[in-house]
């Protein structure tokens, strides 16, 4: 299967700080990748779909001043949590989708970043 | 009601055993179906796909689906304690975005 990388895989930081996550395609490119957040004993809840050369669309709900993404190439895309608060600890996972022929299309996680803010 | 609904659990089995989950849509346009094993503070892990009615197998999973009764299945053969995660049914909307079900958790005793 397809490789996506993150990174850092685990940050800690003090409240009101910025924090950037990168997530990479590693052996195929992906003008879109996803953004899921997942709390404790809790499903995966998309925030936003970042696209390649133009802006994210953002989830109901979802603060796009808060959570920056930047997807500047084809094998990267960025999540900026601006001014971090406690609240928003959380496992962040990013996917990259990749054709799948009838299926539509396959999406394969990065193996998360998870977040603690103090 | 949820666009994806999976069978609460938890789940425990004697190793050995099959393991079945279930899981169903309200999309009755939905082409594709996923399953996805998350271990504990992990990432998921696709396991496999299924866009067809009827049987898909893989080692020891078989995927069943039936789209008249909008219902997807996971049946996992000969279950090992490594099999013990939490697993995700995901459906793929016709926008591309991925619904996901809020996961079964597995255990398999040994």
């Known amino acids: 299967g397809a490789v996506v990388s993150q990174h850092p895989s685990w940050v800690i930081c003090k409240s009101g700080t910025s924090v950037k996550i990168e997530c990479r395609s590693l052996d195929f490119q992906a003008t879109t990748m996803f953004w899921y957040r997942q709390f404790p004993k809790q499903s995966l809840m998309l925030m936003a779909t970042s696209n390649e050369g133009s802006k994210a669309t953002y989830e109901q709900g979802v603060e796009k001043d808060k959570f920056l993404i930047n997807h500047a190439s084809l094998t990267l895309s960025t999540l900026t949590v601006t001014s971090a608060h406690p609240e928003d600890s959380s496992f962040y996972i990013c996917s990259a989708p990749v054709a799948s022929g009838r299926a539509g299309e396959t999406q394969y996680f990065g193996p998360g970043t998870r977040l603690l803010v103090l | 009601q949820k666009e994806v609904e999976q069978n609460s659990g938890p789940l425990s089995v004697p190793e050995g055993a099959i393991a079945s989950l279930n899981c169903t849509y309200s999309d009755r346009g939905s082409q594709s179906f996923f399953w996805y094993r998350q271990y504990s503070g992990k990432s998921p892990e696709l396991i496999m796909f299924?866009?067809?009615?009827g049987d898909k197998e893989d080692g020891r999973f078989t995927a069943q689906l039936n789209k008249a009764s909008q219902y997807v299945s996971l049946l996992i053969r000969d279950s090992q304690p490594s099999d013990s995660a939490t697993y995700l049914c995901a459906v793929l909307r016709s926008d591309y975005k991925l619904s996901f079900g809020a996961g079964t958790t597995v255990t398999v005793r040994a």
């Open positions: 299924i866009y067809s009615n």
